[in-house]
């Protein structure tokens, strides 16, 4: 069955490129032109992948990948004219994914949605489940087989990057990784070498695994070399 990619992109020009060369591919292409028909087609027929493009009309792309992350942990590549540094890390807080800047030659966007998928398929070799924690909230179970973290009984709600940055420190713990090497065994290609992509996921996966972000003691930042996983 084709992989299902919804497109949010308010020029008429560029989105019909985005369908032609989409459907090229083997998707199955839903177009939308606002934010607003975005979150209704992502209700109606959940997406397994998502272009977003951040300016937009009355709800810009900020506000929709904060919405549909609420219902949906699709992978999300945006695409923009912006190239400001705030408004890269903006939208990754949001919970994107992926950040390309236009103009874009669409031979990329094919590209990273293929290194999203190939990071969004199980693997037989994985391990199975790895606790983590075992703190008074319960135990911090990671499934790599399953594709999910638990916390006592209930899932946990991860983006597949942050799902894949967890694998990748838990598969060496107690030793760093550097935001370089992070870089290349989550991003595949890695993200125009900016490695601040890297901090800003670890942000949000620390609101999600650690009992106090703000003082992590799970995954902990060693200054000057990167970031490591301390299993308890």
């Not at 087609?41 to 919405?67: C, H, N, S």
Request: charged share 35%; proline share 5%; glycine share 8%.
């Amino acid at each position: 069955m084709a992989a299902r990619l919804l497109v949010l992109e308010d020029d008429d020009r560029i989105r019909a490129a985005l369908r032609l060369a989409m459907e090229d591919e083997g998707y199955d292409v839903v177009e939308a032109a606002t934010a607003e028909t975005a979150l209704v087609a992502a209700r109606e027929g959940p997406p397994d992948l998502m272009i977003v493009d951040l300016m937009l009309g009355e709800m810009d792309g900020f506000t929709y990948v904060r919405q549909v992350r609420r219902i949906s942990d699709a992978p999300i590549i945006i695409v923009s004219a912006r190239v400001d540094t705030h408004d890269i890390v903006a939208g990754l807080e949001a919970g994107a994914d992926d950040y390309v800047t236009k103009p874009f030659e669409v031979k990329e966007i094919t590209a990273r949605l293929r290194a999203l998928r190939r990071r969004g398929r199980s693997r037989e070799d994985e391990p199975d489940d790895v606790v983590l924690d075992s703190g008074p909230a319960g135990p911090l179970v990671l499934s790599q087989r399953r594709g999910g973290v638990r916390r006592g009984a209930d899932d946990l709600h991860l983006t597949l990057t942050e799902f894949r940055l967890l694998c990748e420190l838990a598969r060496v713990p107690g030793r760093v990784l550097s935001r370089s090497a992070l870089l290349e065994l989550v991003w595949d290609r890695g993200f125009f070498g900016d490695e601040r992509i890297v901090d800003v996921h670890v942000r949000r996966l620390r609101t999600k695994i650690e009992d106090d972000p703000n003082h992590p003691e799970l995954l902990v930042t060693v200054r000057g070399l990167g970031y490591r996983l301390d299993p308890r």
